[in-house]
């Protein structure tokens, strides 16, 4: 969705058939707020795309108390979720222009659909990159959005869409926390008045992005179940925490091919060896031929 003064374009995505973490929510969809001007992006996760509306009035209220300004324009596709009843009555009450595009036209509502593939191509490289579970993807996307916001751009003179949203309106101060790699191993410390002399100072956890209210990283704990918010955090960035396939194969299906036709890889390998070896058992060089047929020479006459 994109919203045009500082504010305006929005697209629900419907992600494939995975939850995300239930620990976190159950989200099957999410929609992305686009401020068209400085290219700022909010993103909610939804359990139904029907809940659009809801997600829509929580952040416009967000936007008028958080940034003292009032959304003009609305720009999104022509789905159902955005043309129902509910959405058309509160943007007529709040004096929002709410603009559709044509059907079957999705190149007429460019910015949202170009950040959303921005966003998936973050999001899949965080999961493929350490072996994440899909059932993360949720909490990679808020994480790829962190990110991005903190990002220069050259649509933008090279700024990031925070500074200059910062720089054009009364914006509240955001957290900037040094950035991590999505899925590594999260050391967190533990207090000394939680634990006992004998036990460990840290827990081994699962590094899922970044406190939203909080100055902390968010560190989840897969065997307990629970989430961590600390800024007391040792990374070790170059291990990951799932060490196993969490993953099929690629699209492209190299690594597929191969496990299917290794068996007849290898018999042509032997059936190759075989040749070779009888080549040079029965059908031996013309040296070795003279050497092993030859007689030998009399001996001279005295």
């Known amino acids: 969705m994109v919203m045009a003064s500082s504010f305006g374009s929005f697209v629900v995505w419907i992600s494939s058939k995975v939850e995300a973490s239930f620990v976190f929510s159950c989200a099957k969809y999410f929609v992305t707020f686009i401020d068209e001007c400085t290219r700022m992006t909010w993103v909610m996760l939804m359990k139904n795309k029907w809940e659009l509306c809801q997600a829509f009035q929580a952040f416009h209220k967000m936007v008028s108390s958080q940034y003292q300004r009032k959304i003009q324009v609305l720009q999104s596709d022509n789905g159902g979720e955005y043309t129902s009843n509910a959405m058309a009555e509160f943007c007529q009450s709040q004096g929002i222009r709410h603009q559709t595009s044509c059907a079957y036209t999705p190149q007429q509502n460019g910015l949202a659909e170009r950040k959303n593939c921005q966003l998936l191509e973050v999001l899949r490289a965080s999961l493929f990159g350490m072996n994440v579970p899909r059932e993360y993807w949720g909490e990679a996307l808020k994480s790829a959005t962190y990110l991005i916001n903190r990002t220069p751009s050259s649509v933008i003179n090279f700024e990031t869409p925070q500074q200059k949203l910062g720089r054009l309106i009364s914006a509240p101060t955001l957290p900037n926390l040094e950035p991590r790699v999505f899925g590594c191993v999260a050391y967190v410390h533990i207090p000394k008045?939680?634990?006992?002399?004998?036990?460990?100072?840290?827990?081994?956890?699962?590094?899922?992005?970044?406190?939203?209210?909080?100055?902390?990283?968010?560190?989840?704990?897969?065997?307990?179940?629970?989430?961590?918010?600390?800024?007391?955090?040792?990374?070790?960035?170059?291990?990951?925490?799932?060490?196993?396939?969490?993953?099929?194969?690629?699209?492209?299906?190299?690594?597929?091919?191969?496990?299917?036709?290794?068996?007849?890889?290898?018999?042509?390998?032997?059936?190759?060896?075989?040749?070779?070896?009888?080549?040079?058992?029965f059908n031996p060089s013309k040296e070795g031929t003279n050497l092993s047929h030859s007689t030998p020479a009399a001996p001279a006459n005295p």
């Open 193 to 281: 008045h939680l634990r006992h002399k004998l036990d460990p100072c840290a827990k081994r956890c699962l590094f899922v992005g970044y406190a939203e209210f909080k100055k902390g990283y968010r560190c989840y704990d897969p065997q307990t179940k629970t989430l961590h918010v600390s800024l007391d955090v040792s990374f070790h960035e170059n291990e990951a925490y799932f060490t196993g396939k969490a993953h099929e194969p690629s699209l492209q299906g190299e690594k597929r091919y191969i496990e299917e036709n290794s068996q007849d890889i290898f018999s042509e390998i032997e059936e190759v060896e075989e040749r070779l070896v009888q080549q040079i058992l």
